[in-house]
């Protein structure tokens, strides 16, 4: 692994947080973006710890030089939380970054502990280790008979983790822009980043913004969780409304893909298309468990085209996945299924 920062004091805090865990191991330290990518070079690390920001060469110049130096890396950007640090990021991301952690205030890292066990938990599950570990295989979903056809959906739910942003890019991208139901995502990122991922997203032709609490949610819409907010939906007289909370993390994250799932299961039913895209954990997996109980329906992306086969491969594996996909086709399925092509 190589670690790229410019601050002496965090590349020393990383390192030693690195050679402490048995799962991981380092390869060297960097202070700048140069040295980073002759390092890559000569190394070819598995993993990169990359910050974003860097005097001579900064991390979104240096991002695609050491994935060209190291085609085999994966990337995890660190970046402050202000609004450029998050612009940078989500710009990094599309460009083929992995995943993000967002680092603490300057003159707080050596008490950082939450940005400790977040960046190790990303890295231990992009390590190859993890990406190479058997893993049951996927169990057909549990057929329902006397259901008749799934109906066109009045929801499109998606949940994301890492490699998401990426893969949300595609899938969005295939979306008619006529689509004739609101369109609602958790993405595991943080507060700042999520406002920044929204207005990519809304490049590619849907309006998308991060969710407002309370307000109703329109056909051909989309509306992101807000990081560090718990999104789920309500039904009333007038349609789906969204709701945000700050309550406990769901498997580590806020926000997370279970509320949003769980709260459709009551809200809509079978009237539900939930998608679980690639991201690390088993975040998703128990929502999707009661979307399928209350009749609807569950695509998830295939392990071949996942960055990392974590939250899709959690709902596979239990059965509860209608569909398995490569992502490419995820977008033009549920596409089809909002034309009413059941």
């Given amino acids: 692994m190589l670690v790229v920062d ?85 710009r990094a991301l599309s460009l083929g970054a992995a995943d993000c952690a967002a680092k603490p205030e300057a003159g707080k890292v050596a008490g950082a502990q939450a940005y400790r066990e977040d960046l190790l938990r990303k890295l231990i599950a992009l390590s190859p280790r993890r990406a190479a570990a058997v893993r049951p295989a996927p169990v057909p979903a549990a057929p329902r008979p006397g259901r008749g056809p799934a109906p066109r959906p009045a929801i499109v739910a998606i949940g994301s983790s890492t490699g998401g942003p990426q893969a949300l890019r595609e899938v969005i991208s295939a979306l008619p822009h006529d689509a004739r139901a609101p369109i609602v995502i958790t993405q595991h990122m943080p507060k700042l980043f999520t406002a920044i991922l929204a207005e990519h997203l809304s490049k590619l032709g849907l309006p998308a913004a991060e969710a407002v609490d309370g307000e109703p949610l329109r056909a051909g819409r989309i509306y992101l969780a807000p990081g560090d907010w718990h999104m789920t939906v309500r039904a009333g007289p007038e349609g789906f ?102």
């Fill in 6 to 90: 410019d601050s002496a004091v965090v590349r020393g805090l990383v390192a030693r947080w690195i050679e402490a865990d048995p799962r991981l191991e380092l390869a060297a330290t960097c202070a700048d973006g140069e040295q980073g990518v002759r390092r890559a070079g000569e190394l070819q690390p598995d993993l990169v710890v990359l910050d974003v920001e860097m005097p001579r060469m900064d991390g979104l110049t240096a991002l695609p030089l050491i994935l060209k130096a190291a085609p085999g890396a994966r990337v995890v950007m660190a970046s402050t939380l202000t609004r450029q640090g998050a612009r940078v990021t989500v």
């Fill in 241 to 342: 409304h969204a709701a945000l909370d700050q309550g406990p993390q769901v498997n580590f994250c806020r926000p997370a893909v279970d509320p949003l799932f769980a709260s459709l299961a009551a809200a809509a039913g079978r009237n539900v298309l939930a998608v679980v895209l690639t991201g690390m954990g088993a975040d998703g997996r128990e929502g999707a468990r009661k979307l399928r109980d209350a009749g609807a329906q569950v695509v998830v992306q295939d392990q071949a085209t996942s960055v990392v086969w974590g939250m899709p491969g959690a709902v596979a594996e239990a059965g509860l996945a209608d569909m398995i996909l490569p992502l490419k086709e995820i977008g033009p399925e549920i596409a089809r299924r909002l034309k009413g092509l059941t």
